[in-house]
């Protein structure tokens, strides 16, 4: 074990354990050699993709969006070739993710910009996490899936 100071001013996830922990203060964290303690705050928006040696390794047509319930947030998803620099010449594609927590809705943008081979349909799917669902690389967390082909699309956390 070893002491981690969470800070003040918003609240936490155990990203192995999915449990949430008020800030601003010093807790004792399991710290086992194979694993660091990992902490999320609050209010985050992260993606996950499939593992991969290198970045053309698997097409990234599926993605988990990982939401970290307490706070609004904002995400960007950006791609690009992965292979050259033409995303200095405009080839990137960026999808931008909103979570408003007080109506406990994530909005995936409309995507913007093109690149030669970019995805044009692709499956996200959605863990609004707590102490069940999208803790370590849980496969079992209730998913939501998301057929997205680039349009604004909402995803209601009841619903």
Do not use: C
Request: no cysteine.
């Amino acid at each position: 074990e070893w002491p981690v100071y969470l800070p003040e001013g918003a609240n936490w996830y155990d990203f192995w354990t999915g449990r949430h922990i008020r800030g601003g203060q010093v807790i004792k964290t399991a710290a086992p050699l194979d694993k660091i303690p990992l902490f999320v705050k609050a209010g985050s928006i992260i993606p996950i993709g499939k593992l991969m040696q290198f970045t053309s390794e698997k097409p990234a047509d599926t993605l988990e969006v990982r939401i970290y319930r307490g706070a609004n947030a904002a995400f960007n998803l950006y791609e690009d070739e992965g292979d050259n620099y033409n995303y200095e010449k405009g080839k990137y594609t960026v999808i931008p993710f909103q979570w408003n927590e007080k109506e406990q809705v994530l909005t995936i943008g409309t995507l913007q910009g093109a690149y030669a081979g970019y995805l044009k349909k692709r499956i996200f799917e959605i863990v609004f996490v707590n102490e069940v669902d999208g803790i370590n690389t849980n496969e079992e967390a209730v998913k939501r899936q998301v057929s997205y082909i680039g349009k604004k699309t909402n995803v209601n956390k009841g619903k």
